[in-house]
Nanobody
Framework: QVKLVESGGGSVQAGGSLRLSCAASRYRACRNDMSWYRQAPGKEREFVSSIDFDGSIRYADSVKGRFTISQDNAKNTVYLQMNSLKPEDTARYYC?????????????WGQGTQVTVSS
């Protein structure tokens, strides 16, 4: 089954930057959409950004202009460059894909990586 592993989280001060990575293993390129979500303590998981198989990109309004999603197909890796970080960006960030190893629709999540932004 597809496995997603996030990395790159950490603690930064407001205004700082982090680059998250999501590496996919046992992955087949079959019109996969890749997404980033985040979940803060006591809150529901929310959409952050996505990049579809056709290259279409979307962002949540709260991160537009500050976050940039990209992918390296050769490495089966998706990135989330986060600039001008704010304390409200503090959350655990999760990577998600919508296809399994057999290219069937599925919701496959990574274990997440913690981002903490201090004021």
């Amino acid at each position: 089954q597809v496995k997603l592993v996030e990395s790159g989280g950490g603690s930064v001060q407001a205004g700082g930057s982090l680059r998250l990575s999501c590496a996919a293993s046992r992955y087949r390129a079959c019109r996969n959409d890749m997404s980033w979500y985040r979940q803060a303590p006591g809150k529901e998981r929310e959409f952050v950004s996505s990049i579809d198989f056709d290259g279409s990109i979307r962002y949540a309004d709260s991160v537009k202009g500050r976050f940039t999603i990209s992918q390296d197909n050769a490495k089966n890796t998706v990135y989330l460059q986060m600039n001008s970080l704010k304390p409200e960006d503090t959350a655990r960030y999760y990577c998600k894909t919508n296809r399994d190893s057999w290219c069937l629709y599925a919701s496959i999540w990574g274990q997440g990586t913690q981002v903490t932004v201090s004021s």
